[in-house]
């Protein structure tokens, strides 16, 4: 049995290294000149690093423990059918609470989350990883194109409804010692964050309140959330 279990666990490390290392070829850093965006190398490292075993459906080299909603392979959360897949878009937080040098446990009613990579998998190099850690810190972007302007009358509806409970004026709540909602950052709020977050919310509500519907956000109210969000008062720089 014990010799079993251990020709398992090397069959799932060399697997995964095999993906993640381009086959035979020994693994190679995704070089990222200027302002890391999604499109401008991150994605490229996180399909390559990341997104064999972050992929919805599962792929064989998925652990059985992995999360089933997180497909790095894409950019945007998405529906499929009535299901959330969170995207590449949607972990930005982890990265600010350092999930790529230690496992994770700040967020409540959430799985622990083991450092990334495992440890059969690549390692980030440390300018990957600072990369990263740059495109978390500015919203983790796309791409560098411009968001619409908002109108932050229009946003202060669907902010109340869905997000206040959570972020409360910007500075998030507290289960304990942690978070019911992250303290939100000035810096990253972008709409691709905001409809990110939408959909996910939506998602846990049923039925949704005030007519909303499990539907993706549009861009101007996205943007009109956005702008509303700027002038909170207890943001975290």
Known sequence: MMRLTLLLLLGLAVACSKTDTLGDEPPREVAISGQPTYE?????????KCGYCHVVPASDL???NIVTDLDLNQYETRLAGTQVV???????RWIKEGIL????????????ARQMPLDYGTPLTQAEKDALVAWSAVGSPKNSAVDPTGDKNNGAGPYFTY??????????TFYGEQYY???????????????SMWLYRVSQLDPAPNGYSLQPLDDQTAAD?????????????
Not at 40 to 48: A, P, T, W
Not at 101 to 112: E, Q, T
Not at 163 to 172: N, S
């Open 40 to 48: 401008n190398g991150v994605g490229e490292l996180l399909k390559l």
């Open 62 to 64: 998925s652990p059985d």
């Open 86 to 92: 969170r995207g590449a878009d949607s972990i930005g």
């Open 101 to 112: 040098d230690h496992g994770v446990n700040a967020f409540y009613n959430s799985a622990d």
């Open 163 to 172: 997000c206040v409970q959570c972020h409360d004026q910007g500075q998030g």
């Open 181 to 195: 909602g992250a303290p939100i950052r000035r810096a990253s709020i972008t709409t691709a964050k905001v409809k």
């Open 225 to 237: 959330i956005k702008a509303f969000m700027l002038d909170l008062s207890l943001l975290e720089d």
